[in-house]
């Protein structure tokens, strides 16, 4: 199907919260992880949001181009077009963007849908992350208030992050402390800033003790109780019904099927996955060319397999893995089977 009109990326995020369960979103870096998720998406009978990092975009410019804002546009262009053959609705995203790379990567891309728009067409992607993490949380929504005018503009929508999430993607680090804990005095600031959907709207990124990539148990102590606390806080103080935002959880590698249920049970409607789709597709092609070395490397002088080398057969491989992972999350998050419906 095609990619999602923001109408029906609306919708999406209605149901979820609606009906109790959150859609996966899948960081991508090439074509084959991009055929992965709708292939893993359409097993899954589930719709889904496909997304990009500052790196990522980078990598599809071309490794030695560093490009990003084009990177990003070559991955929609891909996208927009190969997800027609399938038949679920996926929505398009850029993720973590901080403030040295607003310039460079988000605000060309909405300049971009600002054009198309103008001229009668749907926004490239349909959300776009601006992380102000790294900065004072006046300034973070300083930034944001003006971002949500110009998506709000063109019918896209924003995701902020309040609060910290620890380790490192692509270049965003925070060490691992009290401050990965956002407080309902942060959340209340952000909606005096940004209203609650009458100025746009808006995903929130809350932190409760989240880690981007993974560590051993015990390492990190997530807090997903803690959303309930700020949902409830915000709907007293603004009389609102329950679950006043629409809640997105990052760096979710490694947590516990419970810890997951309660952050959806708490407005969760997005999650992000990236470490392990990028340990399925490594891990397969790993087995794959252990298990064929004496067909993939031309050993004492012999001319290899061909059939065993071309990159196409690893690349099913690892696309099949990948896939296989994209099903486990949805049914983890309850995406599953919701496609359409």
Not at 24 to 39: E, K
Not at 79 to 99: F, I, M, Q, R, W
Not at 124 to 134: C, L
Not at 302 to 324: F, I
Request: aromatic share 8%; proline share 4%.
């Amino acid at each position: 199907m095609p990619i999602a009109t923001p109408d029906q990326y609306a919708e999406m995020l209605n149901k979820a919260k609606d009906k109790g369960f959150a859609y996966p979103a899948f960081n991508v870096s090439s074509s084959q992880t991009i055929n992965a998720v709708l292939q893993g998406l359409t097993e899954a009978g589930s719709d889904g949001i496909i997304q990009v990092t500052t790196g990522g975009a980078d990598y599809f410019a071309g490794q030695s181009v560093k490009n990003r804002a084009a990177g990003a546009l070559a991955f929609a262009r891909f996208a927009h077009t190969v997800a027609e053959n399938y038949p679920v609705t996926v929505a398009l995203h850029t993720d973590h963007c901080p403030k040295n790379a607003l310039d460079d990567f988000v605000l060309p891309l909405i300049a971009a849908s600002e054009d198309v728009v103008k001229n009668g067409g749907n926004p490239i992607f349909q959300s776009h992350m601006w992380d102000g993490s790294s900065v004072p949380l006046a300034e973070n929504l300083d930034i944001a208030k003006d971002m949500l005018k110009r998506t709000q503009a063109i019918n896209a929508i924003l995701e902020v992050e309040i609060g910290v999430v620890g380790g490192e993607e692509d270049g965003v680090s925070h060490d691992i402390n009290e401050h990965l804990y956002t407080t309902l005095d942060d959340a209340q600031r952000m909606v005096e800033a940004l209203g609650l959907g009458d100025q746009g709207r808006y995903m929130a990124a809350l932190t409760f003790g989240n880690v981007h990539g993974v560590y051993k148990p015990g390492n990190v102590r997530l807090r997903p109780e803690l959303l309930k606390d700020i949902q409830d806080g915000l709907a007293k103080a603004y009389n609102t019904g329950a679950k006043p935002l629409d809640l997105v959880f990052h760096g979710g590698s490694g947590s516990s099927d419970a810890e997951i249920a309660e952050a959806v049970a708490n407005g969760v409607v997005k999650m992000n996955i990236d470490t392990d789709t990028q340990y399925a597709f490594t891990r397969s092609i790993a087995d794959y060319m252990l298990k064929n070395y004496d067909g993939v490397i031309k050993v004492d002088g012999e001319v290899g397999n061909k059939k065993l080398y071309d990159p196409r057969a690893w690349g099913k491989v690892a696309e099949s893995a990948m896939a296989a992972r994209v099903v486990e999350a949805t049914r983890q998050l309850g995406s599953a089977g919701h496609s359409g419906s």
